[in-house]
């Protein structure tokens, strides 16, 4: 019932900018950290970026500097804003969140169904 549906992606130039959003539907008590993961072609999963519930960040070495996550709460959204874009950051990204589930009384991790982002000129 609950999903997470991404928005943002497309094709842009290196050296360009593009926003991430990602939106939790459905029926919401909590959420606890959320992120954003990117897979290329031939290559595993691995995390971009992480933002916790209290605002702490957390990135890979390969986006610091140029990308920035954020949240708010109240849209129940994280947004991943990527900057001076290069041809390596072509992949799908993921999104990701730790939503609290009354059932088990535990948070369980939920994803998106990924958005394409590409880097070419």
């Known amino acids: 019932q609950v999903q997470l549906v991404e928005s943002g992606g497309g094709l842009v130039q290196p050296g360009g900018s593009l926003r991430l959003s990602c939106a939790a539907s459905?029926?919401?008590?909590?959420?606890?950290?959320m992120g954003w993961y990117r897979q290329a072609p031939g290559k595993q999963r691995e995390l971009v970026a992480r933002?916790?519930?209290?605002?702490?960040?957390n990135y890979a070495d390969s986006v610091k500097g140029r990308f920035t996550i954020s949240r708010d709460n109240a849209r129940n959204t994280t947004y991943l804003q990527m900057n001076s874009l290069k041809p390596e950051d072509t992949a799908v990204y993921y999104c990701?969140?730790?939503?609290?589930?009354?059932?088990?009384?535990?948070?369980?991790?939920?994803w998106g169904q990924g958005t394409q982002v590409t880097v070419s000129s």
């Open positions: 459905g029926r919401i008590l909590r959420i606890g950290a």
């Open positions: 990701n969140a730790d939503l609290y589930r009354p059932y088990s009384g535990s948070y369980w991790a939920y």
């Open positions: 933002i916790t519930s209290g605002g702490s960040t």
